[in-house]
């Protein structure tokens, strides 16, 4: 069956980085892209953006824009995102997806699987 | 502020039914097609509608949504307690070149 494994939960320091992993497996790594979805304590759910497996191609959400990095590694079926300069806004769980395009849409997509989440807390 | 509008909160009994809405604008929902997650607190969320009234393999027929114009519904009917979590719409915004998501639904059933 599908599934997504996230890495374990982080604590880092203001203006540091994080990376989180997301191992795929269940199905053809290349044939779905993946999405990183946050959301902060208690609050509602954030997109953060998504790349294509299939050629690596992005999309960000203007907020984060040149403070986060996706990647993904084929040869692992492994997804990772990079958040950097991390200020206290930033401590949420975080999830990957499997990102479903609807046929003949590139952006319009809904998200099938998810990642168990991965906490990230930014704290001095 | 969330842009699409979902109300904070649903309250029903056990095997009623519930309406759950989700406004938006002619460059979201107008414009897209909407998908629903149900979050159980502590939990991943879960595909529950995809491309408006689409159910996933597993959802049970109870769950049920719709569209019309710029707002979209999510219909659950014979409520179990089992369903008492956090729902969520979402759909692609054109102007905003973005997912967005509404704002969290807390359904308690008692």
Known sequence: ?124 | QSVLTQPPSVVAAPGQKVTISCSGSSSNIGSSRVSWYQQIPGTAPKLLIYDNNKRPSGIPDRFSGSKSGTSATLDITGLQTGDEADYYCASWDTRLSAVVFGGRTRLTVL
């Open chain 1, 1 to 124: 069956q599908v599934q997504l494994e996230q890495s374990g939960a982080e604590v880092k320091k203001p203006g540091a980085s994080v990376k989180v992993s997301c191992k795929i497996s269940g199905y053809k790594f290349i044939s779905f892209g993946i999405a990183w979805v946050r959301q902060a304590p208690g609050q509602g759910l954030e997109w953060m953006g998504w790349i294509s497996a299939f050629d690596g191609s992005t999309s960000f959400a203007q907020r984060l824009q040149g403070r986060v990095t996706m990647t993904t590694d084929t040869s692992t079926s492994t997804a990772y995102m990079e958040l950097r300069s991390l200020e206290s806004d930033d401590t949420a769980v975080y999830y990957c997806a499997r990102r479903r395009a609807y046929s003949g849409y590139a952006d319009l997509a809904y998200f099938d699987h998810w990642g168990q989440g991965t906490l990230v807390t930014v704290s001095s």
